[in-house]
């Protein structure tokens, strides 16, 4: 499943029940992130997925969406059927909601 950047948005501002996980390396984190977010790179997913909640919808984000997509497929295998991708990732959102963020 997907959302876009309006969406999420909107779900932020509706006071939505959710995490925003963030799969960035650390120095694309330095450049830009989204206050609030989770913040555990790709690579560390399978060694941490245990931090996060099951309960709760989670929003996965990365530069674009490729990896988040990954990162949300997995999770779905291992039973977390409230993870949902960012479509566009955090340069969407750059682009699109908060236009004073820094792009890369």
């Known amino acids: 499943m997907q959302i876009n950047v309006q969406q999420l948005n909107e779900m932020r501002q509706n006071g939505d029940d959710l995490l925003l996980l963030d799969v960035r390396e650390p120095n694309e984190l330095d450049i830009c992130s989204i206050k609030g977010s989770l913040t555990i790179p790709m690579t560390q997913i399978p060694q941490r997925f245990d931090e996060l909640p099951r309960d709760k919808t989670l929003v996965i984000m990365c530069h674009h969406g490729g ?8 999770l779905f295998q291992q039973g977390f059927d409230k993870a949902i991708n960012l479509e566009g990732g955090i340069d969407h959102w ?3 909601v908060d236009t004073t963020m820094p792009r890369y």
């Open 67 to 74: 990896r988040s997509m990954q990162v949300t497929q997995w």
């Open 94 to 96: 750059a682009q699109l």
